[in-house]
């Protein structure tokens, strides 16, 4: 019996889904192929007692897709979305062995970088996140779909920014995806403020987008490349090939620009300053006021950068190996060498510099002033080294497990506002009227959850979920 093969693709107008779906019979067999276009996506297949049965499954499942605004199409039409994976250079350091405490290897080039009191993040390009104790043991692990551009904090969540187009948000068991951007959109970096993301992309652009997904503004700056963006209460810091350009967050005015003369490769903030890593072997200091501050000289194109204490020290790592530390005014302190590869973010946390690398590494760097000058005396404490575990971490998954208790948590009702599905919270003591954060993927008309905990965003006006989520049925 010959194949009947029906091929559908979902790409809404404002670019938030980009996928296809495909249904072959042949006899008794239905083989359902799925995911996102330009990619072979996943296959399964089942057998039917009859033809006929294959058949009315097939249609079934078909017009469910139609229902959802799955349309005909031709393969190959629609093109994959754009990607461009930051092509780094790196070459070994000259300088001194830096006093690395341990270091955690992973697979591949890592971009994403988050410290806090309790976890080292890191996050790689091939779409793996890992989260690790302050000794370097993994205590948790994710698999991405496509390789991470970098991983962001706001308040106590941590977001992944993936190549496949969509911000994950990390907080619970199953990453969920908190926000996806426009297929048309080559994403170069992101930012996070009070649930308002920053997305920086090949063409110097600016896009934020709300916590509902909703896109607020666009910008396209005098330059491209756009591998620096930084959020605030105040505004949009978004650094490009021309310099750094701030925006103001609610309707992107441009409120100031300032040169740097080589790209900006990497861009760092503190609460009034922003810095900007650059080709041109500066970090440049601005007041977020657009004042032009301190200028610290490295010896190779930066590649990362970050503070401590408010900016008393500056760190930067560029693209032969060294790490650097800086006084405030610009002064030199020190410079020695990773050991692993080139800096491509980093982190300083309670006197120790984290860094990710070029070649996957996550290394814990002490920078205590005792550690620093024996180190350039030539004494470096033997480094513990941890691989990666060879099993997969939690994939990303629209299933949920369900759940009839609900003494513990928080329960949210999705609802249909217009064309758009909502979310509000039902449990007492919340504003009923006040939109909930929430999963887009997961979002079903009538349907209620176990959310928990559900807080209020810092600006006040919409609540945030927060960790696991469960159907209620």
């Known amino acids: 019996m010959a194949e009947e093969k029906t ?3 979902l790409s809404e107008a404002n670019g938030s889904s980009h996928k296809f779906y495909e249904v072959t019979i042949k006899d008794t067999e239905v083989t359902i ?4 276009i330009g990619d072979s996506g996943q296959v399964q297949t089942k057998t039917y007692p009859t033809p006929d049965k294959a058949k009315a499954e097939a249609t079934k499942k078909i017009n469910e897709k139609l229902k959802k605004g799955y349309e005909q199409a031709v393969m190959g039409i629609r093109q994959k979305r754009a990607v461009t994976r930051r092509q780094v250079t790196s070459t070994t350091s000259t300088a001194q062995q830096a006093p690395i405490l341990w270091k955690f290897s992973s697979t591949s080039a890592a971009f994403g970088i988050f410290i806090d009191s309790d976890r080292c993040w890191l996050g790689n ?3 793996q996140v890992f989260a690790l104790n302050h000794q370097g043991q993994v205590i948790n692990q994710f698999q991405l779909p496509d390789g991470v551009k970098c991983l962001v904090a706001d308040d106590v969540w941590i977001y992944a920014g993936c190549d496949d187009g969509n911000v994950y948000d990390l907080t619970g068991k199953i990453p969920r995806i908190g926000y996806k ?3 048309n959109v080559d994403i170069f970096w992101l930012d996070i403020h009070d649930g308002l993301l920053g997305v920086s992309d090949v063409n110097g652009g600016v896009t934020t987008i709300d916590h509902d997904d909703e896109s607020q503004w666009t910008r396209l700056s005098q330059g491209d490349s756009g591998w620096m963006v930084r959020c605030d209460e105040a505004g949009i810091y978004h650094g490009h090939s021309k310099g750094v350009t701030m925006y103001d967050t609610k309707e992107g005015r441009m409120l100031w ?9 990497f861009g760092w903030q503190e609460a009034s300053t922003v810095y900007a890593g650059t080709s041109n072997q500066k970090i440049y200091s601005f007041s977020k006021k657009g004042e032009i501050g301190a200028v610290y000289k490295c010896d190779a194109a930066v590649y990362a950068c970050a503070t401590a204490q408010d900016g008393k020290y500056v760190f930067a790592g560029d693209n032969s190996s060294s790490v650097y530390c800086f006084s405030n005014s610009g002064e030199r302190l020190w410079k020695l060498a990773t050991g692993c590869g080139s800096a491509l973010s980093m982190q300083f946390f309670a006197n120790c510099i984290y860094i990710v690398t070029t070649d996957g590494s996550l290394a814990c760097i002490d920078a205590s002033e005792t550690a620093i000058q024996a180190a350039q005396a030539g004494t470096i404490p033997q480094a513990t080294v941890i691989q990666a575990p060879k099993t997969a971490g ?5 299933v949920l497990e369900t759940t009839t208790d609900t003494s513990q948590g928080v329960i949210v009702e999705c609802f249909r506002e217009g064309g758009k599905l909502r979310v509000r919270v039902i449990s007492l003591g919340y504003n009923p009227t006040w939109k909930v954060q929430f999963p887009k993927d997961i979002r079903q008309e009538g349907q209620r959850y176990l959310v928990q905990e559900v807080r209020e ?3 006040g006006g919409f609540y945030r979920a927060y960790g696991d ?3 209620l049925i």
Not at 33 to 36: A, F
Not at 257 to 265: C, E, P, S
Request: glycine content about 12%; charged content about 20%.
């Open 33 to 36: 192929r799925y995911g996102r």
């Open 125 to 127: 390009q091939a779409g």
């Open 469 to 471: 989520i469960q159907k």
């Open 457 to 459: 965003s810092a600006s």
């Open 394 to 398: 939690a994939a990303p998954s629209a």
């Open 181 to 183: 951007i426009d297929e």
């Open 7 to 9: 091929y559908l693709e």
């Open 257 to 265: 620009h300032q040169n740097t003369g080589g790209a900006v490769l």
